[in-house]
C-alpha cells in the first residue's frame, strides 16, 4: 500500500486518508492506493464501517491534470479501467461507507464522494464536475452516479456547467447528506460510522447489496434480490441471536458475532 492513502483503524471504524497536499490530485499510485484500501478494509473483521478522509483543508481536487496532460487516446483506454475501478472498489465495500468532505470534492474527488453510501460537508465545501472546462467528462462514475442521487436534471446542469456547489446547495439537492462546521466534518463522519460496530455485519451488507444492486435493474429483479439476500441471513448466527433475544424480552438487537 502507499504513504498517499492509508487505513487506520481505531474502535470498529476505518479511516480511509488520502494524503497528497496541497490538493489530493488522485494521481494513479493513489488511485491503485485506494483500490487496495478498499479491499483490506472490506476484508478485515476488525472493520465495520468506513469513514474516507481527505484532511482538514481539501478532500480531492480531482484526478492529477498534470499526470492525464500528456496521455493520448491509447494511454487513456488503458488507463480509464483504473479510474472505475478505484471508485467502483468503493461502491462496492460490502460495509457502510462515508465521505468526510472539507474544502474542494472536484472531479474525481467528487466521484470518490459518490462512490461512498453517505455524505458529510464542511459549511464551507465546494463540490462539482468542472471535467468539461477541460474539455473532458468524468471518468470515474460522476455521469452515473450523479444522475442517480440528484436526478438527471441537476446532473447535468452541475456537469455541462462545471460550476461549484456549495454545502447548502448540495444538501438542499441531496448531493450530501449532512453540512457542519469544518471542524466537526471528521467527527460527525465518525460518529455516523461507529454506530454500526458491533453490529449485524451481515445483514448490513445485505441491506447494502439489495439497495445498491436493485438500483441498477428492474423492480421485479431487485424483488427477486431482496428475497434471496433476505432468506440468506436466515443461516447467520446474528438472525438467530437478534430473533431469540426479542423472543426471549432481551434487547431484541443482533450483535457482531458474524456468521
Ligand atoms: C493536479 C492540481 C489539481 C489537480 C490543484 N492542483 N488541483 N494539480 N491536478 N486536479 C495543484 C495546482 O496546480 C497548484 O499547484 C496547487 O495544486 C494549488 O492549486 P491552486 O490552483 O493554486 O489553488 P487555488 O487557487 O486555491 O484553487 C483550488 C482549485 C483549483 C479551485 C481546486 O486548483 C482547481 O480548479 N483545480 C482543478 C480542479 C479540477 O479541474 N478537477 C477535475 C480534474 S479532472 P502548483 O504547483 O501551481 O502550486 C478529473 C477527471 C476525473 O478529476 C476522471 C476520473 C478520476
Excluded at 1 to 12: F, K, N
Excluded at 60 to 73: P, Q, R
Aim: hydrophobic share 45%; proline share 4%; with cysteine.
Amino acid at each position: 500500500m502507499t504513504d498517499l492513502v492509508r487505513l487506520e483503524v481505531a474502535d470498529g471504524v476505518g479511516t480511509i486518508r488520502i494524503d497528497r497536499p496541497p490538493m489530493n490530485a488522485l494521481n494513479a499510485e493513489i488511485q491503485h492506493g485506494l483500490v487496495d484500501a478498499c479491499r483490506e478494509a472490506g476484508e478485515r473483521k476488525d472493520v465495520a464501517a468506513v469513514v474516507v478522509w481527505g484532511g482538514e483543508k481539501v478532500f480531492a481536487a480531482g484526478a492529477d491534470i498534470k499526470e492525464m496532460e500528456t496521455m493520448s487516446y491509447t494511454d487513456m483506454v488503458d488507463h480509464s479501467a483504473l479510474l472505475q475501478d478505484f471508485t467502483r472498489a468503493l461502491a462496492r465495500l460490502p460495509k457502510p461507507t462515508v465521505a468526510a468532505i472539507t474544502g474542494y470534492a472536484l472531479g474525481g474527488g467528487c466521484e470518490v464522494a459518490l462512490a461512498c453510501d453517505f455524505r458529510v460537508a464542511a459549511d464551507d465545501a465546494r463540490l462539482g464536475q468542472p471535467e468539461i472546462l477541460l474539455g473532458i467528462i468524468p471518468g470515474a462514475g460522476g455521469t452515473q452516479r450523479l444522475a442517480r442521487l440528484v436526478g438527471p436534471s441537476r446532473a447535468k446542469d452541475i456537469v455541462f456547467s462545471g460550476r461549484f456547489v456549495g454545502a447548502e446547495e448540495a444538501l438542499a439537492i441531496g448531493l450530501v447528506d449532512r453540512v457542519v462546521p469544518a471542524a466537526e466534518v471528521y467527527d460527525t463522519a465518525r460518529t455516523m460510522m461507529a454506530r454500526y460496530a458491533g453490529g449485524p455485519a451481515y445483514a448490513l451488507r445485505a441491506a447494502k447489496e439489495a439497495i445498491d444492486r436493485g438500483l441498477e435493474v428492474d423492480l421485479d429483479s431487485g424483488l427477486e434480490i431482496e428475497r434471496m439476500l433476505f432468506a440468506g441471513l436466515f443461516a447467520t448466527r446474528d438472525r438467530a441471536t437478534g430473533m431469540r433475544s426479542f423472543v426471549e424480552k432481551g434487547p431484541g438487537k443482533a450483535t457482531f458475532e458474524g456468521a
